[in-house]
Structure formats: C-alpha cells, structure tokens
C-alpha cells in the first residue's frame, strides 16, 4: 500500500524559511510526479509545486505565489520530495500534502489528477 508521509511543517515567524519533507513507500517513485498542494483554513486546497518524474523529462513547476521564494526537489534514490519555503509569510499558513500523480504534463495542476496523498504538515507563519 502507497504511503507517503510529510514532516518540517512548524511555527516559524514571518520572513523565515522552512524545509518539507515527504517519503514515499510502495512506491514507483521514478515514474510519479510528487507535488505540494496546500490549503488553509476555510479555503479550497491549491496547488503550490510539482517535481517532474524524470522520464517525462524532470524539472518543476510552481505556483505563481510562491515562484521566487520556494523550490521544489527530488531524491529518486531515497524517494524524497523535498519542498524549500523561503522568505515565509502570513499567507503561506496552511496544511500541506505531499501528493503522487502519473498524469500527462498537461494536468499536473489540478489536485483530482493526485492518485496517493499524504496526511499533511501543518505551517504556520507569525506576524
């Protein structure tokens, strides 16, 4: 059974950064997109970042919030998706999942294109 479990969520103080984690077992890591999606309280889950599964070519794409301030990452070897939160504020508080997708490039956005979700990391960004 596919399990992906998130960890680094936290309590940090706005303009500070912090580093996600999600380790996938059960998992054909190489052949999944790994995304970040997120939502806050009382609002609908977003999508933040995706990492690209390398045989449909790698890299990554990010949501126009965040572009500037968080990177998304792979290790296959270890089958890690690592997600850098830079320069944090207020509107990034949210929970956010580490989800799996084998769906073509042109729907890596939408979260019902996500097969295997993890349960969360809560981040919260103090004023």
């Known amino acids: 059974q596919v399990h992906l479990a998130e960890a680094g969520g936290g309590l940090v103080p706005a303009g500070d950064s912090l580093r996600l984690s999600c380790k996938a077992s059960d998992l054909g890591f190489r052949n999944y997109h790994m995304a970040w999606f997120r939502q806050a309280p009382g609002k609908e889950r977003e999508f933040v970042a995706v990492?690209?599964?390398?045989?449909?070519?790698?890299?990554?794409r990010l949501a126009p919030s965040v572009e500037g301030r968080f990177t998304i990452s792979r290790d296959n070897a270890k089958k890690i998706v690592y997600l850098q939160m830079n320069t944090l504020n207020p509107e990034d508080t949210a929970l956010y999942y580490c989800?799996?997708?084998?769906?073509?490039?042109?729907?890596?956005?939408?979260?019902?294109?996500?097969?295997?979700w993890g349960q969360g990391t809560k981040v919260t960004i103090s004023t």
């Open positions: 989800a799996a997708s084998r769906a073509p490039l042109t729907a890596i956005r939408p979260s019902n294109m996500y097969r295997h």
């Open positions: 990492s690209i599964r390398p045989v449909t070519g790698g890299g990554s």
